[in-house]
């Protein structure tokens, strides 16, 4: 069976987009665009790995990798997030994060739509 992966993004072009590629290559995924479902959904089924935002509507995703991590000693964790300060960097890896990528910013001057 294929690995399971649990994509936690609030951004639904972005997280379409992810579950578009993981889809591609084949894998398992659940899509949660909160932490609330986020937490159902890793409950329901702990998976193999999880894709995290870090800025969520109703949760800080460094409070939710925390859980996650306490549930899951072993369970690999990426934080994908725009913040990419040192501090935030720092603290995600605090609270349990395997890696932690941070999104490139679009750049508007160079895009023709």
Sequence with gaps: MASLILV????PAMLAGL????????YRFHA???????????ESEIPDLVILDR???DVDGAALCR??????ESL???MLTARGE????????EMGADDYVVKP???WSCWRG
């Design 32 to 42: 949660a665009g909160d932490g609330k479902t986020a937490r159902a959904l890793f």
């Design 8 to 11: 936690v993004e609030d951004d």
């Design 86 to 93: 040192e501090m935030d960097r720092v603290l995600g890896f």
């Design 55 to 57: 800025m969520l509507p």
């Design 67 to 72: 859980e996650f991590r306490r549930k899951s």
């Design 19 to 26: 579950c578009d590629n993981l889809d591609i290559e084949g």
């Design 105 to 107: 910013s679009v750049s």
């Design 76 to 78: 690999p964790i990426i």
